[in-house]
């Protein structure tokens, strides 16, 4: 059986996570994880050796090394394909002695809010619809404390592909799970800062559970080819982390 993954530690989160092009193109997203951003924050920034990030992050050198090579040639086809930027998801846990800076999303981010989440899945007869454009119905779930306190059916009222991204701003949605995506929708859903996961598949309850628990398989470059395939390899989507075991001082 192989070992966990260990959670990498973040000391700050980014004030702004989506950024899009003005030209507003129809492009898919780029994601980095919050750690490939702290990588860039320490590194970049802050000016850190990687020993030092290494250090704070609580991982080894290598790993370090590996998040900030992956997060500049993310960057990089950013800029040049001018793609948008999405920060989002991971496998960390947010240092409990920086949690006094502000932040616009750590209401859903972090355990024991007081303000719950809503979170959205395409929906069809209990499973993950496929095409988010083509969408009828959303299961909307409320989650506080990390938890589901309640769930409702959310129809689309006949709107769709990138239209879909207001009517889901409306009703206070601030992250989505779907399946295939096209690259207008997720510009919309980028810009009215509602975070995506996306190539996801099967059972929305489930996904939902997977997604609590900082498992969730999804696809980061995720694109809708109305075939319901092709959704590439998963990745694990973590972010609900909490506390660093009193490790948190002296970070930066």
Known sequence: MSRPLKKRR?????????FVPQEGEDTPAVIISLEEYECIRLLDYLGMTQEECAKQMGVARTTVQALYLAARKRMAGCLVEGRPLVISGGNFELCPACQHSPHPVRLSMQKGSNSPMKLAVTYDNGQIFQHFGHTETFKVYTIEDNAVKES??????????GALATLLQEEDINTLICGGIGGGAQNALAQAGITLYGGVQGDADAAVNDFLAGKLAYDPAVHCDHHGHGHGEGHSCGGHGHGCGGHGHGCH
């Not at 700050?12 to 996570?17: D, F, G, K």
């Open 152 to 161: 409702h059916i959310l129809s689309s009222n006949g709107v769709g592909h």
């Open 10 to 18: 973040v000391s700050a989160l980014p004030p702004c996570t989506h």
